[in-house]
Structures are given as C-alpha cells and as structure tokens.
C-alpha cells in the first residue's frame, strides 16, 4: 500500500495558512456537542486538552500518573528551539527547517518540518504570557544558547529545568479548564486497549491503577500523546513508567507503526555504574556549549585527568569536525564516543566514558557564571556521581534518550485509523532519522497548541459518527480482551520477575540493535525475541491480585508489550538496509566512518501493519519527495 501524507500543495511557506484556510470548521456552538480523548498529560496532551477545551469540545484527559505533573516531558532540561533570530545571528525559519530536515538525514516530509518551524516563535509567545520563566538577558530580553546540529543560538532555556517549567505553563492551562467543567482529568489510569468500530476510532479500554477497574470510555475522536518507546532498552534516559503500551494496543487495532527502528542515543548521559541500575541519567546537551569532549591519545591511559597534558588529549570532535566542534548532532557525537572507547581510550571503570572538561570555560567566563547556566546540573551530578564538576571533568557516555519512530500519522496527525490522531514524540512525523537538540519540546507544544486544535476540527465537520454507549459490541469485546490478558499473566506463577525478564530483552537489543546494527546481529534478534517473549508467557511470576492497587502486573502488562513491539523495531532495523541518523548499519558507513544513505532505495517511510500474533508484519511504504531541499551526504565538518 501506498500511504498518502495527504501534505498540501504549493509553496512550502504557504502550505499551513493555505491549508488552515480551506479546511472545514466547526460552529463553536457546535464544538460542545463533541467529545475528544486525550491520553498523555505531558505537553503534547495537556496543550492539546488545554487548547481543546478552551474552544468549547468536551475533553477526557488520561494518565497514568498521579498527577500530569509528572509527565516525563518534565525531565527535559536543556530547552526548546525556535527561530525568533533574536541574537541577530542570521537564523530564521527556512535555517530552522533546514537544520531539522539535515539533522534527520533527510528522512523527514518536508511540509510538516517547515510547519513545526513556523509555529516555533509561537511557542515562546504562548509560554511566555502563562509565565514560563525563560532565562533572560541583563537587559530584560530572552536570552538563547546553542545546540546541536546548528551554527546559530535559537534555544531558548529555564536554567536547566526547561521541560519542568514548560510543563507547569501547560499544566496550569490544563487546570484552568478542568476547573471549568471542560477537561475531565483521570490520572492513574492506563490505556489498555483502543475501541474500533466499524473502522473509526471511537474511544478507549483502561485500568484504574487504584481500584483495578477495567472501564470503556467513548469518544467522537481520539488523541494519543503517550510518548515514546526508549524504555524498550531497559536502561535508557526516560522515567521508568514510559512504555509503548497505548501506541502498541493502537498498533493491533490496525494503526501503523512507522519507522520504528530510529532511535536516538543522546552522548552526554552518565556512565552506567553496575548491573544493579534500573536506569540511566541525561546531563544536558547545553553542557557542550561550554564544556569540551576529550579523551586520552594514547589506549589504556588510566592517569587523572588533571594529569593528563595538553599535547597528550585528543579533543576528536573539535578534530573531525571543526565547523561544529562539540556542537555537532547528537547521532554524531555518540557514535564519536563509541570508536574511542571501542579503540581502547575510554575513561572511567570499564572504560565506558569520555571527559566533558569546563576547564577552559571556568577561566574563561568565571566559576560563577558556569555555575549560574548550569548549577542544577552540576548538582544533580554530584549527587549521583560523589565527584565535583568544577574540579575534575564529568564523565558521559551515550545512552538511548529519544525515539523518533512511532505511529504514521498524515499532515493532520491523524493515523491511518479514522479518529486516531497521535502527537509528539509517539507519532513519527517530523525528525526523520535523528532528531536536533532542543526540538521535543517544541514539536510536542506545536502540535498541542498550533495543529491538533485546527485539524481535529477538520475530522469532526465532516465525520459521520453514529451515537454508541459502553454497552456496544466493540466495547465489550476490548474489556474481555483487557481482562483475559491480565488473568493470563496472573495465572501463570512461574519463576522469573517481569524486571529480569525486561533487562534480558534490552541488553540483547542494546548490544545488536543499539548504536549499531549489522544484519548478522539482527537476525540473530529475530530468533532470540521470539524465544524470550515464549519463556515470559511461561515462566513469569506476578504477584498480587487483579482488583488492587498492582505495580509488578502494570509492568507486566508493559514489557509483554514491548517483547512484542521489539521484533517490530528489529525487523525494520533488518529491512533497512542503510545507514541514516540514529539508524547506522555497519555494512552501510563512508570511508571515515559516517552514516551512508542510500537514497535510491530508502528515501520512503516504513510503516508497519499488524497482522496477528506470531505472524510477520507487512511494510507499506510512504515516498518522500524533496521539492525544496536536496538530500545530500550529511557533513558537520
């Protein structure tokens, strides 16, 4: 099949305003006649439901949280993009789509990138008047910083709590509307199953994680906003609840999941101690604007570093890449710190690190001022780590932080389901391959306060949607399937914990389907996953009861889903017989090292269909065509 993005004609800075020009509306006295779904409170879903319920329709808002304040969008540290060129440096929105669209190894469609650029400015408008405190300049003016994969300052940052801080603007929208009866929250429940009928989305099947309830709620349409899927590795950046569950229960109702072998390795994270770690810790990208990348010239240098001359470190991404230097994209930077390592001239125990060294900046700008752009940071170091940034040079090493593949979704963001739309990091839309710096935030904030409003109303004008109540045919046969899954787990009383069971699945993925993948190591996946997802169904214990409060089932219920998602992700990893991005195969790289595409025959997305249990999923294709940017070998030299 050949899937349709459905992205508007004519010129690329007309496409949105044109597009929102001509598409069927909604009286707003109408729009109280509708009701919408959100599930996902971090800020894709709670813009989304804010936004929703300020225009008049009647909003469900699901987490599985105690509160949406606790959505892991709150982790994101370092800042959120936007082309305002307030520093007078040339940026502007063309730069801003342009670095996105190379940043992504041109994996990307056009039209929707060139649209997250536009509403960027936007974005910082809105959270700006909710009163997000954004860093500023002495004289009073947004300050910025640089990221990745770009030569200009157009990160705009909250210290090193930018995610926290854009979440509690999104929260206290969210709130503003649930105390006006428009947006009714339901924390601590999970989606377990999506409600189909006759084709159409209709609603959703989750648990009450108090009372073990399992409930139908209905809808006009539905809002995914769940996240991605990082937790598939086990260790990784992302909160420990962040799973694939809702996109995965979508996905067997007949969504398509595109994409799904990019992910991205983020290289500044904190090194992996011992095997008793249940997860990983992102130090901010910010930190390259000012910390240095280094490591001994020479293998098996185990001096301190403050003993370490000069003429005796190799700075390798100021080397390779003198016109980015520590700034070039996060694919780049983690696969630079894997081949020094692997060359024998990692840092720290197991030789599993690279140096970030302030040295040079300290005495350049002052101790005070690094510790004003980063003191939080420095902290949360030293808490973990028991050693002084200031003093001595962290260590970092890659660790999977990001996912850019997820479920297909057209211009509108809505899946090849009718009423199925998907927003931010759980839809596939906008990265490509590998996405910059800085961009989660703002893509999440675009398509919950600037898309989904316009193209949700676009659905509803025209959808002819039969009125059902809970006790429909389709409703009850999602609850059974719910309820027969978690009986089934429980029943089983075998000998191994969902936990060990989880952290054989990602070290196997990490080590074959990770930073790099060759096809003998993929194929070897395909008969080791199905195995292991045959020994979870067989040998796992879950303790505790169905109708309580049931941490070890939530888990359980998570890592069968991902047991099943992960032969998806290596299988797409296997067909794709390129590298591009955050996807490096081994067979597939330049004479220096670098990711070779092949655009001949892998300029398209993947987009996957599920076909049943144990049965192979068929790939259907979505060309991408380059109209206004021409795909060329990536350099950051």
Known sequence: MALDGKVPSGPLETKWSNYKSNMQLVAPANKR?????????????????????????????????????????????????????????????????????????????????????????NIIDQCAAQGVPFAREYGGTLANRSFGGAQVSRTFYARGQTGQQLLLGAYSSLMRQSATGKVKLFPRHEMLELIVVDGVTRGIVTRNLRTGAIESHLADAVCLATGGYGNVFYLSTNAKGSNVTAAWRAHRKGA?????????IHPTCIPVTGDYQSKLTLMSESLRNDGRVWVPLKAGDTRSPDTIPEAERDYYLERKYPSFGNLVPRDVASRNAKQVCDDGRGVGPGGLGVYLDFSDAIERDSLNVIKEKYGNLFDMYSEITNEDAYKTPMRIYPAIHYTMGGLWVDYDLMSNLPGLFVLGEANFSDHGANRLGASALMQGLADGYFVIPYTIGGYLADAKLPKIDTDHAACKDAEREATARIENMLSIKGKRTVDSIHKELGLMVWEKCGMSRDEAGLKELLEQIPSLREEFWRDVTVTGSAGTFNQVLERAGRVADFLEFAETMVRDALDRRESCGGHFREESQTEDGEALRDDDNYSHVSAWEWKGENETPVRHKEALDFEFVHPSQRSYK
């Open 33 to 121: 006649r509708y009701n919408v779904i959100v599930v996902g409170t971090g800020l894709a879903g709670a813009a989304a439901a804010a936004s929703m319920g300020e225009l008049g329709y009647n909003v469900q808002a699901f987490c599985f949280q105690d509160s949406p304040r606790r959505a892991h969008s709150i982790a994101a540290q370092g800042g959120i993009n936007a082309a305002k060129n307030y520093q007078n440096d040339g940026d502007s929105v063309w730069r801003l789509f342009y670095d996105t669209i190379k940043g992504g190894d041109y994996r990307s469609r056009e039209g929707n990138v060139h649209r997250l650029a536009e509403l960027s400015a």
């Open 256 to 264: 398509f999941f595109a994409n799904p072998c990019y992910t991205q």
